[in-house]
């Protein structure tokens, strides 16, 4: 399996860290990520739907297909919320 | 150690085969396999020539843009197994042709992602030609124009003085990062084709006008420029993640020098959704150690993409 090229270093306290940024992200759309592990990530809705991902790659076409439409990190919302 | 593969692009005529021919011919070019699409009005006689039958795949979840070139991937290993075997001449260097109207997108994402590929192969230098006296043509050669690091602009004996000029800051705006040179029959030297340095941004906003397209002739293909200071990769990665799942198809290129804290720089490259591996540098060029970015595609605006970056940045700081 090849590493992805964002996740390639920094090891186990890299990957809490990422999970932690990646999760006040996908707050915004009301999904959450957690770390299985540290092999693989479920990724979830408010709806109760989860989803096994297995890089941060996979993380944004998952959470697509669970919201039906892209998440855009320009969206002025998000990007408000981020600098408070 | 990875052999390099070079691809060449460019629209049908632009000089692909001229260039590749007179390449071969060049002493500090080493043995090179070379693999085609078309066998070209202009015939390379070479004992390593390959010719396959375009075919492309869909990579498993990607997006509609994310295609691999399967012909690609079998010819390459195919030349693996052969030249382990001693039953192909020892090459270190293969040269892919694409054909005229071909996005070469597929090919980079093919030596980017697939195992056998990235394990054994890597990406040396993308080079597009362009045809001197009649410019670009279409939205394909803007595409292969925006993907490539050298730009070879041919038939420089019969281009029109005023022509030439407007084509050279045509390229510029489409494609800052490209190193470009004007060519008499193929003429380059290998040397300049392959060094791999990408020209500075910093000097890119006071020549080339980057930041608009400029008429119909780009196909709302234009270039900008994004500076910040130090930026926390992890955060970065998350960003350039999620920009290129939102907005791969209008983003054609994204390279440039990024601060990430280090001894040096991390230099980024995508083509699409292809990115390839970052390379972490042991130093600066200079005393400015400003991250730049460059961004090639449509509906792109540098005061945006770089609030949204920064605006990931300091939550990776609080």
């Keep these: 399996m090849n590493e992805h090229w964002a ?22 759309f009301g999904l959450s990520l957690h770390d299985w592990s540290g092999a693989v990530y479920v990724l979830r809705d408010r709806k109760g739907s989860s989803v096994v991902v297995q890089d941060i790659g996979a993380v944004w076409s998952e959470a697509e297909r669970l919201l039906g439409s892209p998440l855009d990190p320009l969206d002025a919302a998000l990007v408000a919320e981020l600098s408070r | ?10 629209f049908l005529g632009s000089g692909k085969t001229t260039l590749i021919a007179r390449l071969l011919e060049h002493p500090a070019m080493g043995e090179t396999a070379v693999i ?26 990607g997006c509609v843009c994310c295609v691999l070139r399967g012909d690609l991937v079998d010819e390459l290993r195919d030349l693996l197994d052969r030249r382990d075997a001693g039953e192909v001449p020892y090459f270190d260097r293969v040269i892919v042709e694409t054909t005229g109207v071909a996005d070469p997108t597929p090919v980079v994402m093919t030596l980017l992602t697939d195992p056998v590929a990235r394990n054994h192969y890597e990406l040396e230098s993308v080079v597009a030609t362009v045809d001197g006296v009649h410019g670009l043509r279409g939205p394909e050669s803007v595409k292969q124009v925006a993907v490539a690091d050298r730009l070879v602009i041919t038939k420089d004996d019969i281009a029109v003085p005023a022509k030439r000029s407007e084509l ?21 030297d290998p040397d300049w084709l392959f060094d791999g ?8 906003e006071q020549t080339t006008g980057v930041g608009h397209a400029h008429g119909e002739h780009d196909h709302g293909v234009h270039s900008c420029v994004l500076y910040l200071d130090e930026v926390d990769w992890t955060a970065f990665g ?18 440039g020098f990024l601060n990430v ?13 292809a ?18 970015l460059v961004f090639i595609g449509r509906d792109l605006g540098a005061e945006r993409l770089r609030e949204s970056l920064a605006a990931f940045d300091r939550v990776a700081r609080s």
Excluded at chain 2, 1 to 10: I, S
Excluded at chain 2, 38 to 49: A, S, T
Excluded at chain 2, 238 to 250: E, F, V, Y
Excluded at chain 2, 261 to 273: I, K, M, R, T
């Design chain 2, 238 to 255: 998350i960003w350039l993640t999620m920009l290129l799942q939102a907005r791969g198809q209008d983003i054609l290129r994204v390279k």
């Design chain 2, 36 to 61: 085609v699409n078309e066998l070209g009005e202009v015939g390379i006689d070479h004992h390593l020539l390959r010719r396959v039958d375009e075919r492309t795949v869909l990579l498993a979840n």
């Design chain 2, 275 to 292: 990115v390839h591996p970052p390379l972490h540098l042991d130093g600066w060029p200079d005393d400015d150690r400003r991250s730049r």
């Design chain 2, 168 to 188: 050279a800051q045509q390229l510029a705006r489409l494609n800052p990062t490209a190193h470009a040179r004007r060519t008499v029959f193929g003429e380059v």
């Design chain 2, 261 to 273: 804290g280090g001894a040096g720089p991390v230099l980024v490259n995508c083509v699409q959704h």
């Design chain 2, 197 to 204: 340095t990408a020209r500075d941004p910093r000097e890119l």
């Design chain 2, 1 to 10: 150690m990875k052999t390099p593969v070079v691809l060449v692009t460019g």
């Design chain 1, 7 to 28: 996740e390639g270093e920094g090891g186990r306290r890299a990957r809490v860290f990422r999970v932690a940024l990646l999760n006040r992200v996908l707050g915004h």
